[in-house]
C-alpha cells in the first residue's frame, strides 16, 4: 500500500486524471470536475504562475474555487474566502459488511440528498454529484435520514463522501453501517477506501479511527476566487 499513498497526496488530481477523467474539463496545467459535479479543481504540487493563469482562464473570474495542491500558496490578487484545514483517513483494516436497511440511491433521490445535505452540512454535494459512485441511504416512512456514498477515485482508492444523518435520527449508528456498507463495496472491486473530514469534527475523527481508519495526512482545503 505504502506506493499507492502518493495517489491521496493530490487526490483530485490523480482523480481526474484517471479513474474520473470522463468528469474532467481540463486547460493547459489545471483540470477540474465539470462544475455540476463537483466543485473541486487540481493543480501540480507547488503550482507556477502559468498554472494559476490556466485555473483562471479554465474557471472564470469571479468563480470561487476549491483548491487542493499538495502545497497551495495562491497569488496575491486571488482572494482567499477560507481555508479548510482537514484530515485524510485510509483503511487499515477496518469491519466492512453489507447493511440489510441500505437502499441505492439513484437520480430520482437527488433532491432528497441535497435537501439532506443542506441540513447536515457533511460537505458539497452537487446535481450531478451521484454519478461518482454508489450511494447508499436509509429511510424511514419513506424519508431519506442517512446516506454515505463514494466521491474521489484515486487509482486504487475511493474516497467514502456526504456521510450524514438526519439530526432527528441521529444516535442510532447509521452512519456508521452504512461507511462500512460502502467501504464493503469498495472492497469488493479490489480498491481501498478512505475519507475526508474536518480536523475540527474531533467527533468524526475518533469514530473513523475506532472503526478502523487511521490517518495518513493532514490537507488545507483552499477556497479561493478568482480575480
Known sequence: MTDSLVALDNPVLTSLTGPHARFAERHGQ??????????????????????????????????QVTVTAGTVMQPADWPV??????????????????????????PADVPEMIDLVERTRPGPFLTRTIELGTYLGVRREGALVAMAGERMRPPGWTEISAVCTDPAFQGQGLATRLVLAVAAGIRAR??????????????????????????????????????
Open 30 to 63: 489545471a483540470v477540474r470536475y465539470l462544475a455540476d459535479v463537483a466543485p473541486f479543481v487540481a493543480l501540480a504540487d507547488e503550482p507556477d504562475a502559468g498554472a494559476w493563469r490556466d485555473l483562471a482562464e479554465l474557471a472564470g473570474s469571479g468563480t
Open 81 to 106: 474566502e477560507f481555508e479548510i484545514p482537514g484530515v485524510q483517513l485510509v483503511d487499515n483494516g477496518i469491519a466492512a459488511a453489507p447493511f440489510d436497511e441500505a437502499v441505492l440511491l439513484g
Open 190 to 227: 479490489g480498491e481501498v477506501p478512505f475519507l475526508h473530514t474536518a480536523a475540527e469534527n474531533t467527533g468524526a475523527i475518533r469514530l473513523y479511527e475506532s472503526l478502523g481508519f487511521v490517518v495518513h495526512r493532514k490537507p488545507v482545503f483552499l477556497v479561493t476566487r478568482v480575480p
